[in-house]
């Protein structure tokens, strides 16, 4: 009678482990939280405050300065800028944006001063949304790695190309532009076939990435890049995925070669001086274009960052597609 009393009296002991949840030793984890919440807070007003108002005064004072007749090409290479700026980081395609979006203004801009354009613009944008995309962690040294080498040797090799075919006649701009639509197309339709039938299997660990393959998706990205300023996103992340590596570090991999790439591709076109023979440019819409893109890029990253994998490569595709249709049909 005694022990079973003495066993009811021990018996709420338990209870009090309730209690642990208030104990001091959770607090630690709680200020962790919290400093990470203020960092992230202080970088969003960053990003979505102070960096578009900055570049929305550059791009009304380049208005306000710009004769009236390059106004409407301003306000609508703008627009073009922020669409591009926010796909580059969210899905990776900057140029395949970029440069479709400046062959529909009206006056229309010159396809190659828009090719080489998008490749200089590249260099001086990237690499901040490169640099986002790399404190959210969504970077793989291994697969930067290649993609740097074959998109250097792609890119560069390029703008050479498509000088000696437009030289010879062999296509003409409106055919290599063509072309690297096609491409596009058919690795986007290859894409959604793959995924619809349920093939690309678990994402690719990250020791087990083919170097040698990973090189020639950047080889063959970057050379469509170097020929026509477009293609690197389009292709290269595409095929990345086709590969069965994560969206997310295909994106912010890329974005971190493609700095490089457009470097290479630039320096092509810059020792190529045929390359730029007939060109007609444009420099009012340099200023807009470079604001423009700058200003939506940091969101962009977060964007992609909450996306799950299928519907990040859905949306990579589908944009990729409906963008080099135009293209591919009317050739311009």
């Known amino acids: 009678m005694t022990e079973s009393a003495g066993a009811s009296a021990q018996a709420p002991v338990p209870a009090q482990k309730a209690d642990l949840p208030s104990a001091p030793i959770e607090r630690p984890g709680l200020r962790e939280r919290f400093r990470a919440a203020s960092g992230l807070a202080k970088l969003g007003v960053i990003a979505v405050i102070l960096i578009p108002l ?49 062959l529909l203004i009206r006056p229309p801009i010159d396809p190659l001063f828009a090719a080489a354009l998008s490749l200089f613009l590249q260099v001086l944008v990237i690499p901040i949304g490169a640099g986002t995309h790399y404190r959210l962690g969504n970077f793989s040294r ?50 959604l076939t793959t995924l619809r039938m349920g093939r690309l299997g678990a994402v690719r660990d990250e020791a087990d990435v083919p170097f040698a393959r990973i090189t020639g998706i950047g080889g063959l990205a970057g050379f469509a890049s170097g020929i026509s300023g477009a293609g690197w996103g389009p292709i290269g992340v595409k095929l990345l ?51 423009g893109s700058i200003g939506p890029m940091i969101p962009g990253a977060f964007v992609v960052s909450r996306l799950g994998r299928e519907r990040a490569t859905v949306a990579i595709t589908l944009l990729s597609i409906s963008l080099a249709l135009p293209t591919l049909i009317f050739g311009h």
């Open 241 to 291: 995925i086709l590969t069965r590596i994560d969206p997310r570090q295909a994106i912010g991999s890329s974005l971190f070669a493609r700095v490089f790439m457009a470097s290479a591709a630039v320096l092509a076109y810059i020792i190529s001086a045929s390359a730029f023979k007939g060109i007609v440019a444009d420099w009012w819409i340099v200023v807009p274009l470079v604001a």
């Open 142 to 191: 291994r697969l930067a790695v290649p993609l740097i080498i074959g998109g250097v040797a792609g890119s560069f090799v390029g703008p050479f190309v498509s000088s000696y075919l437009r030289g010879a006649a062999i296509l003409s701009k409106d055919d290599i532009a063509r072309v690297v639509s096609g491409m596009i197309v058919i690795v986007g339709i290859l894409v």
């Open 54 to 102: 900055l570049c929305i005064v550059a791009i009304v004072v380049t208005a306000i300065l710009a004769p009236a007749s390059e106004r409407p090409p301003i306000f609508y290479a703008s627009i073009v800028a922020v669409v591009a700026g926010l796909s580059s980081t969210a899905i990776g395609v900057y140029g395949g944006v970029l440069v479709p979006g400046l």
